[in-house]
């Protein structure tokens, strides 16, 4: 009985999915992409894109930030810089967004090398 209890416990020990203890889950209503400087959310607006930028579920101090975003709608493409606005990064313009919206970013965080992160808006 022993022996079968511990070969239980061990099937179910290897099949069972492992959950992270991060979370990635939206926090300001965006699309989060997982990136190597940390995640970035992307909300997207017809006037303003914003990053937000955190690490393991908790918002990253921004020291420093520049980037650019480029926001892909059919056939049409438009470009913004990025800008360190307090604890986020924002771009200003004119921007199709709906759903299908493929959206480039790339960014430089606190003086490390700069990430890609593509997102589409939901």
Known sequence: ??????????????TLPTFAAEDHAPKHGGVVVETKAGDLELVAKPELVVIHVSDHGKPMKLTSATGKVTVFNGNDKTEAPLA????????????KVGAGTKVLTEVSLNGKPTVSARFTLK
């Open 1 to 14: 009985m022993k022996t079968l209890a511990a070969a239980l416990l061990v099937a179910s020990a290897i």
């Open 84 to 95: 360190l606005v307090g604890d986020k990064l924002e771009a200003k313009g004119s921007f």
